[in-house]
């Protein structure tokens, strides 16, 4: 008996890695994907709010993509309803302003704590680090439940 407790354990914790493993990527992705389409954005356009417009941009897209990849890669979620997927993207977009805040908020504290782009840079990452770990737990409680 306790062989096959040790043996599921090793199991879970295999699930476990994996699962953030592919979280970790989907995060790469979309973040790349939002950098990358504010560079098109300020190719695109330059004047007046340029950085505004390709912040908005990006941001729009990343949350795209994100909804997408956690959708289906994270959380299995096939469901293909417009109504269904349009209440599921209201609720994703809601976690993610919640834990967008941490993450801003994350990074202005780390500004304020050292007059340098090094602290802002680290603020960032650990802003976005505890926010997608939030935002996973948000996401699978309030977007994705997993139903019995």
């Not at 340029?50 to 890669?73: H, M, N, Q, R």
């Not at 994350?106 to 603020?123: I, K, Q, S, V």
């Amino acid at each position: 008996m306790s062989t096959h407790r040790t043996s599921h354990g090793v199991a879970a914790l295999k699930t476990r890695t994996n699962l953030v493993l592919r979280y970790t990527a989907c995060a790469i992705v979309s973040t790349f994907i939002n950098l990358v389409t504010q560079g098109i954005s300020f190719r695109l356009y330059r004047g007046i709010g340029e950085l505004l417009v390709g912040i908005i941009v990006g941001t729009a897209i990343g949350l795209i993509s994100k909804y997408l990849l956690d959708k289906f890669w994270i959380f299995d979620d096939r469901s293909l309803g417009f109504a269904d997927n349009l209440h599921k993207f209201g609720r994703y977009s809601l976690t993610g302003a919640f834990t967008t805040v941490i993450f801003w908020g994350t990074e202005a504290a780390f500004a304020l704590l050292g007059d340098h782009d090094a602290m802002r840079y680290l603020g960032a990452v650990v802003g976005l680090s505890i926010g997608y770990v939030a935002k996973f737990h948000l996401d699978y409680r309030f977007v994705f439940p997993v139903k019995s």
